[in-house]
C-alpha cells in the first residue's frame, strides 16, 4: 500500500504582513542591516487564520492552524489570549522567548519545541529579543477536552536527535506506550529531521492515519514528489514515506535539508480542496 500525497506549493499558502502596532511593536526599523523582510513579520498561513477565510482549506484533521512565522529582530507578539486549544511551537532559526500568565518564562533555539493547553484561558507573549530573525512554526490543534486546565512545557533541540533521522517530539498524553518530550490531549505525533544531502528516512503511516509534512530548508523528495523550502504534502491512505535530501542549505546546523511531520487520525475529506 501507498499513501496519496497531494502537493501544497509555497504559492498556494496565504502570506499575512500585519501592521506592527497591532501587536504592540514599534515602527519597522528599514535601516537595519540584520532585517531580512520590511515588515517586522511575514507570515505564511497553511490553513485559515486572522484575515484569511478560504472556504476550500479550513483544515487538515484536528490541525487547525499552522502558521510559518518570520519575526525581525527585537519585534514581537505583544500579549494576547487564548482559549481551548493545543498550541505546539518549532523553532526554526533564532531565539523565541515566551512570557504567560501561569507564571513561564523562557528562551528557546533552533529544534527546540513547546507546548502550550490553552484550556480555561491563558494570556502570553512571544518575542524575539535577538539580533537575528526569528523563524518558527506554529500549529493549533483540536483538543480532546475543553475547559482543561492550562499548562505549559518545553523541550530544548538535540541536533543528534534528529540527524538524518526522524525525532519524535509530540504524542497524544493517553498514549502510554512511547516516550517523548511534549504530551499533548490529542491523538497526534510530531517529527522533525535534519538531513545531508542524498540521505533517507523512512516513517509507516500506519492504516487511519494521515500526515501534514513541511519543508522547512532545502529541497526533499516525498515518495517521489518534490517539496521546495515552504511547500508542504498532505498524506493519506497510509503506507510507507520516504523523504529523501536532494538539495540542502546554509543554515545553524551546517547544510541540511530539514522537515516537521504531525501526524493524526485520519478524517475523509478534510484538506485543501483548492489544489
Known sequence: MTPAIKL???KKLFVSEPDPRWFGNESNDEFNPEWTN???LKSKFHFNFAEYRNPANPSFGVLKVM???LVQPHRGFGSHPHRDMEIITYIVQGELTHEDSIGTKESLGRGSIQFMTAGNGVVHSEFNHGDKPLRFIQTWINPRAYD???N???CSGSAEGRKNQLQHLVSDVDNKGVETPVKISQDVD???????LGQKVMHELPKGRQAYLVCLEGKVNVNGNDLNRHDA????GGGPIEIEATDVEETENGKVAHVLMFAMKEVPGSGRKDV
Open 190 to 196: 510530531c517529527f522533525a529531521s535534519e538531513m545531508d
Open 67 to 69: 502558521n510559518d512565522d
Open 152 to 154: 505549559y512545557g518545553s
Open 8 to 10: 501544497i506549493p509555497d
Open 38 to 40: 520590511e515588515n517586522w
Open 148 to 150: 482543561l486546565k492550562p
Open 233 to 236: 504534502c498532505e498524506i493519506t
